[in-house]
């Protein structure tokens, strides 16, 4: 060999090394001919252990081995006869030349045999058995799944339905999750070893099999593992459990519903690791594996551990976004009013959703003098417990401030002020605070809704507006004008305008801009004439969820409905008085015949309060416009005097912010007409519903259907 050229015979010493080299070579060697037929082979390799030449020689290559996928493999062998390209380390599955056993990987490496005179002789295969390696890279891939899949919710159902499918068919051909049925709803984990009998929820579940695939019981069941069993066992010492399985084990017999579906699956040996964090116990995942796999081995356990390990971080973290939700949907709960409200000339019904988006989400009724009625929807950036704690404050806020009857363009000037006063609060705490990095920001809509004027004044602050639907069917965004979101306008002004609203229409409220848009554009219930007069508002309320379209948020935060109603004329009494001193006893006695008629038994205490509060009104005449002398009285509502509200247009509002307190303001007199709906000055809270009026009674008529004409008082 040393010295011939390219065609001298081979001496014995080339012989003698070839022959070397196709029996004792760790390297297989097959040499195949045009034909794909086996020529030679080492059977040298463990892999040929146990089999004779005679079964190869002679043979097609597809018959000769038992690849896995015999169609791809030939092709590429063939491939390289063809094209003389060298194929290198193709990796290459076989089952056991036997029949029995797991599947192998070898790297194969191929080139073609050519003569002196560029004859193809055939193939040359040098393979080498790479199954541990593949097995680990394996591992290695199952374990990157898990990472990049696994948690990607805060759901802890959802993360355990996660990890089952990275789980199977790459790593095990059954696999179940339990955990423990307080972590699924949020609350701490027990600490190990597991008490006996703490239920446990089957949250996932997954075959190679297919949905068929039986089980010992439903996902969703909750209940306790029998005891004693490899399962019970690896949660009382956090260690995993790796077991061949078979009819005669012992434990089988504590569990027939888990041993019926063991027989039935097939599963041949069985992993259960604990799902463990700081000593305590999550849950447990159970892995089993059919002939199909490889047995489980120790390399596995320690995959299966790191696979625990990541899986249970993710529960728990899962667990306790679970548990802040439900704090902050309790909390929010019990910060919103429990029940719709209805007024005397206002239907109001609402939908509220417990999604971690409306943490911050509110709406409020809040009734006014002069039956009035305030509809509030509001919106606080952020999520969990420190947005709904935000909506508390400012719900209380707007509640205090529309005591003193301000426009709604200036409750939202002041509210902006508190809420900057809070954000810079939240900004001071040192930095290690979850409150310190979350800014305070909130989108409101403020509307004052007025029974006698059939008028609604509404300010904004942010993205929101409710859509009005009108008697005839038709419907529209309400136009007000832009204002800055609360805790971020600085300087800016709020404005108000003021819409005719006409009795029978619909007020739609929403933290949900998109939804305001499909109620004024699409085909709702609340549309259509006249909108959902005679049903029930919480149906229409149900009705627009149902019919929602795809493209909307079904998970819309709030939702409020207002519908108005006529103002019983007979509620509203108004008399003109004379500018002179008579005019105390002659607004007594109108007051104290008129509550007597609408009071019934009530009448002594009506009558007590109208004194005090018409006595406090004609006493002061200087704090009162000299030319707004009038009494206006209603039964169901605050007991009102004079009227001379102290509201400032917003730049006004805006200019006067930080220098004193707005009652230092001088007042303008404003002309009244009789029968106006009295607003501002002093409020001494009744019941809000009279009784009805007394047949006959005597005295000036009441004047409530007059109301409209009457001009509202500015002051400057």
């Not at 423990?180 to 089957?202: A, N, Q």
Request: contains cysteine; glycine residues 10%; neutral net charge.
């Amino acid at each position: 060999m040393a010295h011939g050229g390219p065609s001298a015979p081979m001496g014995d010493a080339e012989a003698a090394i070839l022959r070397a080299l196709f029996t004792q070579s760790p390297v297989g060697l097959h040499v195949l001919d045009p034909d794909l037929r086996v020529v030679r082979v080492n059977m040298g390799t463990p892999a040929m252990r146990g089999v004779r030449p005679e079964d190869l020689l002679g043979r097609y290559f597809r018959d000769a081995y038992p690849v896995v996928c015999p169609d791809d493999v030939e092709g590429r062998v063939r491939r390289v006869l063809e094209t003389g390209v060298p194929l290198i380390e193709d990796v290459v599955r076989t089952r056991p030349m036997s029949g029995d056993g797991a599947e192998h990987s070898y790297s194969v490496s191929g080139f073609r045999l050519e003569d002196p005179d560029g004859t193809v002789l055939g193939v040359a295969l040098a393979v080498v058995d790479v199954t541990e390696r593949e097995k680990g890279r394996a591992r290695l891939r199952v374990l990157n799944t898990v990472r990049d899949r696994v948690g990607r919710t805060l759901d802890v159902v959802v993360t355990c339905e996660e990890l089952v499918g990275a789980l199977v068919p790459a790593f095990a051909d059954v696999v179940v999750v339990e955990v423990v049925d307080d972590v699924v709803r949020g609350d701490d984990p027990p600490l190990s070893p597991l008490p006996r009998g703490t239920p446990l929820r089957r949250a996932a579940f997954g075959s190679s099999a297919g949905a068929g695939q039986p089980q010992a019981h439903p996902v969703g069941d909750v209940r306790s593992l029998p005891d004693p069993t490899p399962y019970t066992q690896a949660l009382s010492d956090l260690r995993p459990r790796v077991l061949r399985l078979h009819a005669g084990l012992p434990w089988l017999g504590t569990d027939p519903a888990r041993a019926e579906a063991i027989r039935a699956s097939g599963a041949q040996t069985l992993l259960t690791v604990p799902l463990t964090l700081r000593g305590a116990v999550l849950g447990l995942i159970s892995l089993y594996r059919t002939k199909r796999m490889e047995p489980f081995t120790e390399d596995d356990v320690e995959i299966g551990l790191q696979l625990a390990d990541h899986t249970a971080l993710c529960i728990d973290n899962a667990r306790r976004y679970t548990r802040e939700h439900s704090v902050a949907a309790t909390v929010q709960r019990q910060l919103l009013p429990r029940r719709p409200v209805s007024h005397t000339a206002l239907e109001t019904a609402y939908l509220s959703t417990a999604r971690e988006s409306a943490a911050g989400s509110w709406y409020d009724t809040i009734p006014l003098s002069s039956a009035r009625t305030a509809l509030v929807v509001g919106d606080v950036a952020g999520q969990g417990i420190h947005a709904t704690a935000g909506m508390g404050q400012l719900r209380t806020v707007i509640r205090s401030l529309s005591a003193f009857d301000l426009g709604p363009d200036e409750l939202l000037a002041r509210l902006d002020d508190i809420t900057t006063h809070l954000a810079t609060e939240r900004a001071s705490l040192p930095p290690a605070d979850p409150l310190h990095r979350e800014a305070l920001t909130a989108a409101c809509v403020y509307a004052v809704y007025d029974p006698l004027t059939r008028t609604c004044t509404m300010a904004r602050a942010g993205h929101l507006a409710p859509v009005i639907v009108r008697p005839d069917g038709s419907a529209q965004i309400a136009e007000i004008p832009d204002g800055p979101r609360l805790g971020t306008a600085g300087c800016a002004p709020f404005a108000a305008a003021e819409l005719e609203i006409p009795e029978g229409s619909v007020l739609a409220f929403t933290s949900s801009p998109v939804l305001s848009l499909h109620l004024a554009g699409g085909s709702t219930p609340l549309k259509g004439a006249p909108p959902g007069r005679g049903r029930p508002l919480q149906e229409l309320c149900d009705e627009i969820m149902y019919t929602l379209p795809a493209g909307v948020d079904r998970g819309v935060p709030m939702l409020l409905l207002a519908r108005t109603r006529p103002f019983p004329p007979d509620r509203v009494a108004a008399w003109p008085l004379v500018d002179d001193t008579t005019a105390v006893a002659t607004a007594r006695a109108l007051v104290r015949d008129r509550l007597a008629a609408w009071g019934g038994g009530r009448g002594h205490r009506l009558q007590h309060r109208a004194d005090r509060q018409r006595a406090g009104h004609q006493r002061h005449p200087l704090r009162q416009p000299p030319d707004a002398a009038a009494a206006d009285q209603r039964p169901h509502a605050d007991l009102r005097g004079p009227r001379h509200q102290s509201r400032l247009p917003a730049p006004a509002a805006r200019a006067h912010r930080g220098r004193g307190r707005p009652g230092a303001v001088h007042h303008r007199p404003a002309r009244r007409h009789v029968g106006h709906a009295v607003r501002g000055g002093r409020q001494d809270h009744l019941d809000r519903a009279g009784p009805p009026p007394v047949p006959g009674l005597t005295g000036p008529p009441a004047l409530g259907g007059d109301a409209r004409s009457g001009e509202r008082t500015r002051s400057v």
